[in-house]
C-alpha cells in the first residue's frame, strides 16, 4: 500500500487566495497551494507502470510543507 499525503490544494472549496490562505503559505516551501492536476500526476505515476515497485511508502504531495 502507497500513501499519498496530499498538502494545501487550490479548490473551489479552499481557495489559495481564502483569508485563512495567508496563515499556510509561509508554511509551503513551494510558496503556493497545489494545483489539482499536480496531485493527479503524482498519483498516476504511482499507480502506473513506472510506480509498480513503490511499495509501502507514504508519500508527500506538498510543496514541501513537511521538508
Given at each position: ?47 502506473g ?19
Amino acid at each position: 500500500m502507497t500513501l499519498v499525503n496530499v498538502g494545501s490544494t487550490d479548490t473551489d472549496m479552499n481557495p489559495e487566495d481564502a483569508t485563512f490562505a495567508s496563515a499556510q503559505l509561509p508554511h509551503i516551501t513551494r510558496g503556493s497551494y497545489a494545483r489539482p492536476a499536480e496531485i493527479a500526476g503524482a498519483v498516476a505515476f504511482l499507480m502506473g507502470p513506472d510506480g509498480e515497485f513503490v511499495t509501502g511508502t507514504a508519500t508527500n504531495v506538498d510543496g514541501g510543507w513537511a521538508a
